[in-house]
């Protein structure tokens, strides 16, 4: 007989949202999941699915579909996706970006490999009126990637096309600035070993982009190897980008050079965003020592943009950054790092105002160069007091300081130096026996932001306890936090309460539930979230099959079942939150690293550490790659816990800055008649001094200038502000994405060591005051 198996999962998550104030959440949403393998000797037929009531609580249209359906069909060497599915060829070409229709990836034996793709990026949305309505063309795309394999070398060539179809809207309002447009990429990598340690690599991509297909055709031949070969209009324009670099492996170290360089304006229609203008040189290395008691990973980097001397101001930023993690004893283990940040902005200075002031050097000097330098610090102490089969105790005692600064024309003003101070102990008591832990902890910040100083304290305790043989998990518990600080005072209490059910090794029920509540002078605030999750995993086994066969069909029948039970070729499946994640582990491996270049963790690069941490982690998945299911499964969920994380906190973000510039541009509105009854009285008194013919000296005149100046500034800032969407923030519009460049991995910081709302509001404030009134000066 032959073996027939058929496996898979079906999952049921929902959450239940109660607030008293008005989030713009939805009260219910539900997300169902669902797997199918079905494998037959050496062909296996992967199905997955994805549904949610997530786009029905729209209301307004998105050029993307939440519910998905697709099939990985297998077949010895061959495997294809059908469907709604994502294929990653490179960053700079086709990165991770979901598409309907299908790919196909071939590894046969030898030195061949060879992917491609062909189907719908965007379907058609008409604009339905609503400022958050994203409207788009439709847009299909196709793209081939062919690699070469060798011991010692490899070499690759990606080639990736995507056009937008001219008539599939009615028309699009000029203020949306959407255009039909058309992109071809081009991109070739190698690699060569040049001895078993030491291997280098490069990339290098051309892309041409059409920004609008309606322009005129020309007969100018574009630049680069995509110019070359691509349809050029008036509004094509064309881009370069390079990346190459080394790693050496040696007795237990390694280091590594990496050099970035992306021509300003550079773009793929295959990636969801992309950065560009910049070159970047980072080098990083790790080594063990001490019998490998002693683990250290050092890292160095050199950033610059206006690559093309174009934009009105420029920056360059430099980070190191040190880890450390000593195993001193079996019972105490010692953590720490050290970043140093320092972001220099370079303004130009205008010529004409050059050519009509002699004395500008003198006089706006102190505007030009800014600084910005962070310092953070970090150590962790863990000690096991005692480890018995009836008793355990632990402690862990954390300890973090972030300081920065603000300097301009080298000098730190009063009110731009934060000083950042967080503590955190807790103490563990298990009892294995009893299969229950009890946790006790104890948080304290202390904050020095701008001219405003905030503590916040605060108790928590977490109780945990297995029942029936450890088939249901449960936990208990609750914090409180309290705020004080120069706005007032806010106090924190929330409740935690979570089940989790294995029942027959295959149904696993999950329910959470938190309560929270924030009380202050003015506000109180209150709101519950209840989760609840079933996943069902089912393998029927092997079903044996008859059939008449030739001796040497079930010869080779055998040989490619031999091979499916290889762990590479081995199906393997399993589900987080709103993800199912199908096939080998390698090709799970793809998928999961390519969720950072999705919109839902958009700007997630521009925070420092996140893109270190995440290639730490990227590097222990694709290790464990070789391990059973179970190892894999614990390092992938690692890495996607992670990686939500720090999603949350983007969210937060937006959120945060949202609420901020309302606050700012209020404040702005409220001294708006001051400053405008300010800057005519000081032409009043000018003009009085005129009509009575009197001197004016150059000291009225520079105090008139200044008022002038602080008006003008103050009605340029509220303009930029006016009509500000939370849509705006999420899109980083404007001005917004330089802001968010400069301050995000900041709000993380804030966020990550428990900072209330106000305390960062205070933050954002400030710091969007000193943007924006930086940025009307130039």
């Known amino acids: 007989g032959r073996p027939l198996k058929i496996s898979g999962a079906v999952s049921a998550n929902s959450i239940f949202y109660d607030s008293n104030q008005n989030s713009g959440r939805a009260p219910f949403t539900y997300y169902l999941q669902g797997s199918l393998n079905v494998s037959f000797m050496a062909l296996s037929m992967p199905v997955s699915y994805s549904y949610s009531n997530q786009g029905a609580n729209l209301d307004y249209q998105v050029p993307y579909k939440f519910n998905r359906l697709s099939l990985h069909p297998k077949y010895k060497w061959i495997q294809a996706h059908i469907g709604d599915a994502n294929m990653s060829f490179s960053p700079y070409t086709l990165s991770g970006y979901q598409f309907t229709g299908g790919g196909v990836e071939l590894s046969p034996k030898g030195h061949f490999k060879i992917a491609a793709m062909a189907g719908r990026l965007l379907k058609a949305t008409e604009d339905t009126g609503d400022e958050r309505t994203v409207p788009a063309f439709s847009r299909f795309g196709y793209g081939a990637k062919i690699n070469y394999e060798q011991e010692k070398y490899s070499l690759g060539v990606i080639a990736f096309y995507a056009k937008d179809n001219i008539n599939s809207l009615i028309a699009v309002p000029d203020n949306k600035g959407v255009t039909p447009k058309e992109n071809l990429v081009v991109s070739i990598d190698g690699s060569y070993k040049i001895v078993d340690n030491l291997k280098i690599k490069a990339e290098y991509a051309s892309t041409a982009i059409t920004q609008d297909l309606r322009a ?20 094509t324009e064309h881009y370069a980008a390079l990346k190459a670099g080394f790693d050496y492996n040696f007795k237990g170290s390694s280091l590594g050079v990496t050099y970035e360089r992306i021509d300003p304006g550079y773009t793929t ?57 000593f195993n001193a004893t079996q019972k105490l283990m010692l953590t720490g790092s050290y970043s140093n940040f320092s972001s220099y902005t370079n303004t130009k200075v205008n010529q004409f105002d050059v050519i009509n002031n002699t004395n500008i050097m003198g006089t706006i000097s102190d505007q030009l160069d800014f600084k910005q330098i962070s310092q953070n610090a970090n150590l962790n102490v863990n000690y096991l007091i005692s480890k018995k089969e009836t008793v355990q105790k632990n402690l862990n005692i954390n300890y973090s300081l972030t300081d920065v600064a603000n300097a301009q024309g080298g000098i730190v003003r009063i009110g731009d130096a934060s000083t950042f101070h967080n503590m ?25 932001i701008g001219r405003e100083d905030a503590t916040t304290w605060g108790p928590t305790v977490n109780v945990n306890k297995k029942f029936f043989n450890k088939k249901l998990n449960t936990g208990l518990s609750s914090s409180y936090n309290s705020s004080q600080g120069k706005s007032g005072s806010t106090a924190v209490t929330n409740f935690r309460a979570n089940a989790s059910y294995i029942y027959k090794q295959k149904h696993n029920f999950n329910l959470s539930a938190i309560q929270l509540f924030q009380s202050s002078v003015t506000t109180n605030n209150r709101s519950l979230t209840v989760t609840f999750g079933y996943n069902y995993n089912f393998d029927i086994g092997n079903i044996k099959l008859n059939f008449d066969r030739k001796p040497q069909v079930e010869a080779e029948e055998a040989e490619a079942a031999e091979k499916i039970k290889n762990k590479k070729d081995k199906i393997f499946l399993f589900a987080y939150r709103t ?30 550490g996140i893109t270190t941490k995440l290639a730490l982690l990227e590097k222990t998945l694709h290790l464990d790659e070789e391990k059973p299911d179970k190892g894999y499964k614990n390092t992938a969920v690692h890495y996607l816990d992670y990686l939500y994380e720090n999603k949350d906190y983007i969210d937060s973000y937006n959120k945060l800055v949202f609420s901020s510039l309302k606050i700012l541009y209020k404040d702005a509105a409220r001294i708006d008649i001051a400053m405008e009854e300010e800057s005519i009285k000081a032409h009043a008194y000018v003009n009085n001094l005129r009509a009575k013919g009197k001197t004016i000296s150059e000291k009225t005149l520079k105090y008139l200038e200044v008022k002038d100046k602080k008006y003008n500034a103050h009605k340029w800032m509220q303009e930029q502000m006016n009509d500000l969407t939370y849509g705006d923030v999420v899109d980083d519009k404007g001005l917004l994405k330089d802001f968010k460049k400069a301050n995000l991995s900041k709000v993380f910081e804030m966020l990550q060591k428990g900072k209330k709302q106000t305390e960062i509001e205070i933050y954002l404030e400030v710091q969007l005051a000193d943007f924006y009134h930086k940025k009307s000066l130039q």
């Open 216 to 235: 005129a055709p020309t007969a100018t031949t574009g630049t680069g190897i995509a110019g070359k070969l691509f349809n050029n209009r008036a509004s």
């Open 269 to 325: 229609l295959g990636a969801y965003f992309f950065n560009n203008d910049f070159e970047n040189i980072t080098l990083n290395t790790t080594t063990q020592l001490f019998q490998n008691k002693l683990n250290l990973a050092f890292n160095v980097g050199y950033q610059k943009d206006d690559l093309e001397n174009q934009k009105e101001q420029g920056t360059h930023r430099t980070v190191g950054s040190i880890n450390a993690t």
């Open 424 to 448: 955190n102990t807790s103490y563990t008591l298990g009892f294995p026996k009893k299969n229950t832990n009890i946790t006790a902890a104890l948080n304290g910040t202390v904050n020095t």
């Open 579 to 608: 993800h199912l994640f199908s096939g080998t582990h390698d090709s799970i491996s793809k998928v999961i690293t390519n969720l950072l270049e999705t919109p839902d963790f958009k700007g997630l690069k521009d925070v420092d």
